[in-house]
Nanobody, 116 residues
Framework: QVRLVESGGDLVQPGGSLRLSCAASGFTFSTYAMRWYRQAPGKEREWLARISTSGSITEYANSVKGRFTISRDNGKNTVYLQMNSLKPEDTAKYYC?????????WGQGTQVTVSS
């Protein structure tokens, strides 16, 4: 079955960086676009970034454009989110998303806390 496992979340100071990973299994990873979302307590889940199957096309939410970079390694069935210049408002649980068979799949999420 489809499985997504996020990792890399941590406590980081403002201005710091983190790289999140999402390991995928149970579907043909290289044939599906991948997305990252986040959800802060009391807020709706927010779309952050999308990457095409080959990785040649990426899109970002305005809130993270210029600071976050999505990438993928189809040989490792893994999608990444490099996060730079982190701000306290980036504190949230981060999720990767895949849509094989036109159904949404989510991992368990990884917590990112930005605080001094």
């Amino acid at each position: 079955q489809v499985r997504l496992v996020e990792s890399g979340g941590d406590l980081v100071q403002p201005g710091g960086s983190l790289r999140l990973s999402c390991a995928a299994s149970g579907f043909t990873f290289s044939t599906y676009a991948m997305r990252w979302y986040r959800q802060a307590p009391g807020k709706e889940r927010e779309w952050l970034a999308r990457i095409s199957t080959s990785g040649s096309i990426t899109e970002y939410a305005n809130s993270v454009k210029g600071r976050f970079t999505i990438s993928r390694d189809n040989g490792k069935n893994t999608v990444y989110l490099q996060m730079n210049s982190l701000k306290p408002e980036d504190t949230a649980k981060y999720y990767c998303n895949a849509r094989p068979g036109a159904r949404d799949y989510w991992g368990q999420g990884t917590q990112v806390t930005v605080s001094s």
